[in-house]
């Protein structure tokens, strides 16, 4: 049984951020199908809100899609108005699948995590 | 396999894409057996109130200003090997860019090149400011009580495919869903009827995989070191080939850069999309639940899967009104102590606005702390030990419907450089007129009974 390593989740999947109005949609696709279970119990619509919350995001939905595997987070309120009123530098949230990816961290076995990676030798 | 298929490649996925991604493109589609499509997807949420307001000043003007940078690199070749152009390039006047496609072709000698326009999107044509402000509003700012600069509607496929049975070369449209470039010309190949639900949903697919350029073929998705991409300075954009059972493959252009995988192609489906099993479009509700996306090897990737249930009997209008000015100013701290100086002039700039009397939103960013992260109160900026040390850029920025109000700000922060802290550099600023856009709701019928596709003549 492999050790387990918390580490971000950007270590063990990638995702896109876009947007419609005020709400952005955030796609999280793990790198190794098998670490999907993992996702699905610790990327919740609950810790996510606690990412955005200070964006002013009311709710998140979660939406699965295991053939692929992936989850689609739909995240209300989290644009700061969006392109009609935001004042950030980024009026879309272009980059918010980056601020999802390094600050929600996830608890996973180790072996998912290759030797290469930084996150391999920043966590053991 | 040797079933039919219809090749259809991306030239743009907005406007300001790369300007010769289509050459190779073009190249490749020509060697293709079988019907040839480029499509150019040019529209944003407010690119029709940029549009109209040239149009206001410009009778004849109005189309996408990418149409003279993009077409002509591409248009000769493409007559000559019966490529078919399908382009939202119209923006908010087809009829004053078919006219300019024809020019361009008889200064480049192409001769006899058709191009059909579909009309119809554009609801000022036919309702008052004061019917379209009643619409249900699902999205964005209040637009009741404001000027209405554009609304248009999102039309779907069917009017493309009419304008492709004109015989014509080139088909320009305005608002019409982005996927509909693509599936128009599957149901003009294929006559997929209203009631092929999955054959309009894979199509529509395609269309949603096409429609972005190179954010399906490794752009926007390369992450040296996790998600390595080849030959990102020569980014190949994608060709979908699609069968008349539904059946898609996503490739790329030859001989570029790019690549094609499950993953690419997995976060483009993603891209956008709020409920996975309800898509909404004029032609279909396209549910991708059961989709599944398989790697053929050498950047092939097969999609599969794509369900389809009735369209909703609305359609979607984007209305824009003015939204007045916003004002960005920066100037840049370096070296030891930088971002204690950063801070001191973002504490100055907003001690003497607000002292002054300005009372619209402002923020005071400083880059390189995470700013797009973070909020207009600067909270976590504020919540962090980070070193003082480094290059740190203090960026104000408001909006206001005050022109001189957004001029103020921008000179606050140019006077720091003789009155603010020490060693601040680099000021850059502009100032930019907005435009607040909502999204209502207007029954089809009245909408869909004026859309026509009719062929300009030179």
Known sequence: MSPFTTVPL???????????????????????????????????????????????????????????????????????????????????????????????TVTVPLDFISPQSRYHSETR | MTEPRIYIGSGAGFAGDRLDAAVPVVATLKE????????????????????QRIKMRHPDRGYSPYLDAYLPKILAD?????????????????????????????????????????????????????????????????????EIVAANAYIGARPVAAALKLDVDVVLVGRTTDAALVLGPLIHEFGWGEDDLDLLAAGTLAGHLLECGGQVTGGYFCDPGFKDVPGMDELGFPIGEISAAGDIIITKAAKTGGMVTTATVTEQMLYEVH????????????????????????????????????????????????????????????????????ELAADIVKTRCRQRGVQDNMRLDITATGAVFDNDQSQRRQGENRPLDGEFRLRAVIRTFDKATAQYVNDEVLSLFCSGPAGGGGYRCNITGQVNTASVLVPREPVESRCNAEEVLP
């Open chain 1, 10 to 104: 950007h270590a063990v999947a990638h995702g896109r951020a876009g947007d419609k109005g005020n709400r952005s949609n955030i796609s999280v696709i793990p790198y190794n199908a098998d670490i999907f279970p993992y996702l699905v119990e610790q990327v919740t619509e609950a810790r996510v809100m606690d990412i955005f919350r200070h964006k002013g995001a009311s709710a998140c939905t979660r939406y699965l899609l295991p053939k692929l595997p992936a989850m689609n987070l739909v995240i209300d309120d989290a644009l700061e108005g969006g392109v009609n009123s935001a004042l950030n530098q980024d009026l879309h949230g272009k980059t918010l699948s980056f601020l999802l990816l390094g600050e929600l």
């Open chain 2, 32 to 51: 293709c057996d079988g019907p040839r499509y480029l499509i150019y997807e040019v529209m944003g949420e407010r690119t029709l109130a940029i549009a």
């Open chain 2, 78 to 146: 493409c007559k000559k090997h019966n490529i078919r152009i399908v382009a939202n390039l119209g923006n908010a006047n087809p009829l004053g860019g078919a006219k300019r496609v024809h020019q361009i072709a008889a200064e480049l000698g192409i001769e006899n090149l058709r191009v059909a326009i579909v009309n119809g999107d554009d609801l000022l044509g036919f309702m008052s400011a004061a019917d379209i402000a009643a619409l249900p509003t699902i999205e964005g700012v209040g637009i009741d009580g404001k």
């Open chain 2, 275 to 342: 409920d996975p099993a309800a898509y909404l479009t004029p032609d279909v509700t396209l549910d991708i639940t059961d989709v599944t996306i398989d790697d053929l090897g050498n950047d092939r990737v097969r999609v599969c899967g794509a369900r389809g249930t009735p369209p909703p009997d609305t359609l979607k209008v984007t209305v824009s009104a003015d939204g007045g000015w916003m004002a960005e100013s920066e100037l840049i701290y370096a070296g030891p102590n930088a971002l204690a100086r950063a």
